[in-house]
């Protein structure tokens, strides 16, 4: 291996100085990979971290970048937010005639309901298998699920969240939003 050795304009060889927003810079496969002899056998650039350029920039030296400001957040807004989420899910999954209620005035269960409609059985056990995935991956978990293997009404408990996947059948037969009329809409394509 060779020793790291920096370019004469300060940065090191390899690193391209153009970094993204995110704060990652590109990296020649002849430092990502150790050799420029087998650069042919990896596809696609290589990011990292350029903490070089944030350290730098920043007001007080490096222990300025160990701390967080926390910013409160009610949990109402974490549950709308991922209430909002999940229709997001669902559409992106092909999803008909998404919900999303505020159930806060209605009932003290859970403050908000989503309900989508899939095709067919395998699009509701995507539908409902992607939303659980993006909820996980936000830390949610979730309580309970009923009717996956009928596949005609999924619910999935998420605690203040409910997520109700339906066949068209029997969404119009039980008819959740006509029970819930009184339930404020909220408009998840842009929150």
Known sequence: MRPFRGSASGSPRGVDES???TGLS???PEVANGNSGDSHKRSGPH??????????????GPLKLASFETVATSRVEVAAELACLSARVAADNK????????????????????????????QIHT?????????RVEGEKRLGIEG???????????GDIIIHVFDPEAR????????????????WEHL
Request: aromatic share 10%.
């Open 47 to 60: 990011y990292t971290l350029d903490l070089r350029r944030r350290i730098a920039a920043s007001k007080g």
């Open 26 to 28: 590109r990296i020649s």
């Open 95 to 122: 999803g008909r005639d998404i919900v999303v209620l505020d159930m806060r005035g209605i009932t003290p269960l859970y403050d908000f309901v989503v309900l989508a409609t899939g095709s067919s059985r395998r």
């Open 172 to 187: 119009s037969y039980y008819g959740l939003e006509d029970l819930w009329a009184d339930a404020v809409r909220l408009n």
């Open 127 to 135: 539908l409902a298998e992607e939303i659980d995935a993006a909820l």
């Open 19 to 21: 970094s993204s927003p």
């Open 148 to 158: 996956y293997q009928a596949s005609r009404w999924v619910v999935q408990d998420y």
